[in-house]
């Protein structure tokens, strides 16, 4: 298990994460969001002790990363997919960390079969496309068969087939009992993958919750009603006390409504009803209520007053590498 407790990184005046304290949960998908300069990499890296913290802790399986004798099998990372010497074949890249780690040979031609790159094993990764890289990241990942697995940004470079295989490896990894860590801005990946969410801003907590209660809580809900009798609809709502606003394609939308009840109530008014469904944000809409007040970085617009954070990416254009 992956634990925070008052986790804080300082970069001179600039707070990257402050008291940050979760846990991340056995058995399921957790993704890990915020917007740019969130401090979301640097506290990747806190966890695998590459940045050391100004204070608080972070531990795996109640232990800092430095004291596992053997890492690779307790916690696997990619995140970034280009630390490769240039020259390694991806054979050797991956026997050398196997051999650090006393992890039997055998297991490189595995994990080299589960991300398709055994066609490859003797290709130096200098020549790797951005997917092949990550799907070479990946299979260091899972080299020690860890009961931990974190990903930053794993279906980047990836083509729709190597999309649908990383979604369905890391949902397979959950489905075994295992902690499965993953940060990503493809809000609509995320709401296919994930089932729980750590949510900050400006290195804050803001949520750490299961997705459907992240989309309850950040977004409006209605029921959406379409029907050739448009007035009899208004007038039996009204007598009910729901308040219909124009939707798209002659619909109307009723927010906060019941389902069940407008059903009921239109069948005994003798409204004929051609749509009745349930409408609900997504992710990326609940992500941005969530967040509105935590964004550093806008298009039109320079650094917030808080200034930039070792996470930022200046403009929007710009791909963050948090």
Same mark, same amino acid.
């Given at each position: 298990?992956?634990?925070?407790?008052?986790?804080?990184?300082?970069?001179?005046?600039?707070?990257?994460?402050?008291?940050?304290?979760?846990?991340?949960?056995?058995?399921?998908?957790?993704?890990?969001?915020?917007?740019?300069?969130?401090?979301?990499?640097?506290?990747?890296?806190?966890?695998?002790?590459?940045?050391?913290?100004?204070?608080?802790?972070?531990?795996?399986?109640?232990? /800092?990363?430095?004291?596992? *004798?053997?890492? %690779?099998?307790?916690?696997? &990372? =990619?995140?970034?997919?280009?630390? #490769?010497?240039? !020259?390694?074949?991806?054979?050797?890249?991956?026997?050398?960390?196997?051999?650090?780690?006393?992890?039997?040979?055998?297991?490189?031609?595995?994990?080299?079969?589960?991300?398709?790159?055994?066609?490859?094993?003797?290709?130096?990764?200098?020549?790797?496309?951005?997917?092949?890289?990550?799907?070479?990241?990946?299979?260091?990942?899972?080299?020690?068969?860890?009961?931990?697995?974190?990903?930053?940004?794993?279906?980047?470079?990836?083509?729709?087939?190597?999309?649908?295989?990383?979604?369905?490896?890391?949902?397979?990894?959950?489905?075994?009992? /295992?902690?499965?860590?993953? *940060?990503?801005? %493809?809000?609509?990946?995320? &709401? =296919?993958?994930?089932?729980?969410? #750590?949510?900050? !801003?400006?290195?804050?907590?803001?949520?750490?919750?299961?997705?459907?209660?992240?989309?309850?809580?950040?977004?409006?809900?209605?029921?959406?009603?379409?029907?050739?009798?448009?007035?009899?609809?208004?007038?039996?709502?009204?007598?009910?006390?729901?308040?219909?606003?124009?939707?798209?394609?002659?619909?109307?939308?009723?927010?906060?409504?019941?389902?069940?009840?407008?059903?009921?109530?239109?069948?005994?008014?003798?409204?004929?009803?051609?749509?009745?469904?349930?409408?609900?944000?997504?992710?990326?809409?609940?992500?941005?209520?969530?967040?509105?007040?935590?964004?550093?970085?806008?298009?039109?617009?320079?650094?917030?007053?808080?200034?930039?954070?070792?996470?930022?990416?200046? !403009?929007?254009?710009?791909?963050?590498?948090?």
């Amino acid at each position: 298990m992956i634990e925070l407790h008052e986790l804080t990184k300082r970069y001179g005046d600039t707070v990257a994460v402050d008291r940050l304290s979760f846990q991340v949960p056995q058995g399921v998908v957790t993704g890990f969001l915020g917007p740019n300069g969130a401090g979301k990499s640097t506290t990747m890296r806190m966890i695998l002790d590459l940045d050391h913290p100004t204070s608080g802790r972070v531990t795996i399986d109640g232990k /800092r990363y430095g004291q596992l *004798s053997e890492p %690779l099998k307790y916690i696997g &990372a =990619l995140l970034e997919a280009k630390a #490769v010497h240039p !020259g390694r074949t991806a054979y050797d890249h991956l026997l050398w960390l196997a051999q650090s780690n006393r992890i039997p040979r055998g297991r490189v031609d595995e994990v080299l079969a589960l991300v398709g790159l055994t066609g490859v094993a003797k290709k130096r990764s200098r020549g790797f496309s951005l997917g092949m890289g990550q799907r070479l990241g990946i299979a260091s990942a899972l080299l020690g068969d860890p009961e931990i697995v974190m990903f930053d940004e794993p279906v980047n470079g990836l083509d729709p087939e190597g999309i649908l295989w990383i979604r369905n490896l890391m949902k397979g990894l959950a489905s075994e009992g /295992r902690t499965v860590f993953v *940060s990503s801005h %493809l809000m609509s990946e995320m &709401a =296919l993958t994930a089932d729980h969410l #750590v949510v900050i !801003g400006r290195g804050r907590l803001l949520a750490n919750l299961s997705m459907a209660e992240f989309i309850k809580q950040n977004s409006r809900s209605a029921v959406r009603v379409r029907t050739p009798h448009v007035e009899q609809l208004l007038t039996a709502l009204h007598s009910a006390g729901l308040n219909a606003v124009p939707g798209p394609a002659a619909s109307y939308e009723i927010e906060d409504g019941d389902l069940a009840h407008i059903g009921e109530l239109a069948a005994s008014h003798g409204v004929t009803l051609h749509e009745l469904s349930p409408q609900q944000a997504s992710l990326e809409e609940a992500f941005m209520q969530m967040t509105a007040d935590s964004v550093q970085y806008q298009a039109g617009g320079g650094p917030s007053p808080a200034g930039p954070g070792p996470d930022a990416a200046w !403009g929007t254009g710009w791909k963050e590498k948090s």
